[in-house]
């Protein structure tokens, strides 16, 4: 099976292109095309649509053009990668907003029949959460107890079927020189090798 056969989407939740996570995503999608794997980039601030479920679950809303593009490249993914910043240690509200757009019943789950039990559809896929923090991510993990990776960890990838989920802090990125910043996109670089290694092995 060649390498372009694996997939690889790449979903940034920060709404500034300027950002640190911006360029974080940038450097993770060019080393895995010098890596021969087929990659694809979804930015979340750049698509349209409305990000508010406004309706709940009581009614539901037609999933405009560009989240129906995103979810035909998760679905065809083999590896999803996500970047964002926390933000009063949670996601960003855009970024949020796309998981209860898009993560849906009969889309990424569905119910088993009368019962509260859900078969999650991204069964067969892996993921990886790259995180940015104005504190270092041990502290994030120990005092705060991380639940912005926790909730889409578990809450959102693990409950829709995605069984094997990394995660990797960077902080602290507030005040960060030049060099570490080069450093941590160094170290982007070799996540990209080792999940091309571990959705070709």
């Given at each position: 099976?060649?390498?372009?056969?694996?997939?690889?989407?790449?979903?940034?939740?920060?709404?500034?292109?300027?950002s640190?996570?911006?360029?974080?995503?940038?450097?993770y999608?060019?080393?895995v095309?010098t890596l021969?794997?087929?990659v694809d980039l979804?930015e979340?601030?750049?698509?349209d649509?409305?990000?508010?479920?406004?309706?709940?679950?009581?009614?539901r809303?037609d999933?405009?053009?560009d989240?129906?593009?995103a979810?035909e490249?998760?679905?065809a993914a083999?590896?999803?990668?996500?970047f964002?910043p926390?933000?009063w240690?949670g996601?960003p509200a855009?970024?949020?907003?796309?998981?209860?757009r898009?993560?849906?019943?009969?889309?990424?789950?569905?119910?088993?029949e009368?019962?509260?039990?859900?078969?999650?559809?991204?069964?067969?896929?892996?993921a990886r959460?790259i995180?940015?923090l104005?504190q270092?991510?041990?502290?994030?993990r120990?005092?705060?107890?991380?639940?912005?990776?926790?909730?889409?960890k578990k809450a959102?990838?693990?409950?829709?079927?995605?069984?094997?989920v990394?995660?990797?802090?960077i902080?602290?990125?507030?005040?960060a020189?030049?060099?570490?910043?080069?450093?941590?996109?160094?170290?982007i670089?070799k996540?990209a090798?080792?999940?091309?290694?571990l959705i070709?092995?």
């Amino acid at each position: 099976m060649s390498q372009l056969s694996k997939r690889i989407v790449v979903i940034n939740g920060h709404p500034s292109d300027i950002s640190f996570n911006h360029a974080l995503a940038h450097n993770y999608v060019a080393q895995v095309k010098t890596l021969g794997v087929h990659v694809d980039l979804v930015e979340i601030a750049k698509l349209d649509f409305e990000p508010n479920l406004k309706y709940g679950y009581e009614k539901r809303m037609d999933l405009e053009p560009d989240l129906m593009n995103a979810l035909e490249k998760i679905q065809a993914a083999d590896h999803l990668v996500w970047f964002f910043p926390v933000w009063w240690g949670g996601l960003p509200a855009i970024a949020k907003g796309f998981i209860d757009r898009l993560f849906l019943p009969n889309l990424v789950f569905s119910y088993r029949e009368n019962s509260n039990r859900v078969i999650g559809h991204l069964h067969s896929k892996s993921a990886r959460l790259i995180t940015t923090l104005d504190q270092p991510g041990w502290f994030y993990r120990w005092y705060y107890g991380e639940p912005s990776t926790r909730q889409l960890k578990k809450a959102t990838l693990q409950f829709c079927g995605v069984s094997r989920v990394k995660v990797n802090y960077i902080g602290t990125v507030r005040g960060a020189s030049s060099d570490q910043r080069q450093k941590w996109l160094n170290q982007i670089g070799k996540y990209a090798e080792k999940d091309c290694q571990l959705i070709s092995s």
